[in-house]
């Protein structure tokens, strides 16, 4: 009976249907080639913007005068040293006329200290000799006054030009110590009056306003007749 059951059990085994296999389906891409060669590329962005200027600084004038011309108007590309404004220059031609006097007064001057050295230097050798001569004048008026050749009179007189010549030598020998302090003191007044005749020379410059850079004059201030102080500014500007 065992054995019936073990036939039965193969038989049925065999007899059994075999499933079907599904077929599995490969993935497919699609793949499209480009043939590229090495090129310079140079991408492009429109946009719609405001452009200003990272500096716009202000001319300003350094002296107070009436503007005499105008010569850059708003909008207008100026390149560096081109003349922008004009100032009355009377004012600043009167300071320069005035340092000039003054520059050659201090010249002369001087001139003069120099002279005045040479002259007194000379001199004082001619006081040294007066000043022997005198003395020894007195020493001869002395010894006749003890032998009773000559009167008292006599003697006071050569005493008299004695000290007069000492004074004499003593002044003239003082001023030529100070000649070099008087010359040091006409170097200075000389200096300083270079000094002003520069400064008076720059004022004259500012008269005639330039721009200091490449520029776009974004604003002008002032007009042709106006007073220009040192504070307002006659004209911005952007840089190019």
């Given at each position: 009976m065992v054995a019936s059951a073990i036939g039965l059990f193969v038989i049925l085994g065999a007899t059994k249907p075999t499933p079907e296999v599904a077929a599995i389906e490969e993935t497919r891409f699609s793949v499209r080639t480009v043939e590229v060669s090495p090129e310079p590329i140079h991408p492009e962005l429109r946009l719609i913007a405001t452009v200003e200027s990272a500096a716009q600084p202000t001319l300003t004038s350094a002296l107070s005068a009436d503007v005499l011309l105008v010569h850059a108007v708003e909008g207008q590309s100026v390149p560096r040293g081109e003349l922008l404004l004009e100032l009355d220059p009377r004012d600043a031609e009167v300071q320069r006329s005035q340092a000039l006097a003054e520059l050659g007064q201090a010249e002369a001057n001087l001139r003069l200290e120099k002279v005045q050295a040479r002259a007194n230097q000379e001199n004082l050798d001619r006081e040294r000799e007066l000043a022997r001569l005198s003395e020894a004048e007195l020493?001869?008026?002395?010894?006749?006054?003890?032998?009773?050749?000559?009167?008292?009179?006599?003697?006071?007189?050569?005493?008299?030009?004695?000290?007069?010549?000492?004074?004499?030598?003593?002044?003239?020998?003082?001023?030529?110590?100070?000649?070099?302090?008087?010359?040091?003191?006409?170097?200075a007044r000389l200096a300083a009056a270079e000094s002003a005749m520069q400064a008076a020379e720059l004022q004259l410059e500012r008269t005639r306003i330039h721009a200091p850079f490449d520029a776009i004059v974004t604003e002008v201030a002032v007009d042709t007749g106006c007073l220009l102080y040192t504070s307002p500014s006659p004209r911005d500007l952007s840089t190019s």
């Open positions: 020493s001869r008026l002395v010894q006749l006054r003890e032998k009773g050749l000559v009167s008292e009179n006599s003697l006071n007189t050569a005493k008299q030009n004695h000290q007069r010549a000492l004074q004499s030598l003593a002044t003239r020998s003082q001023a030529v110590d100070l000649q070099p302090a008087r010359i040091a003191q006409a170097q």
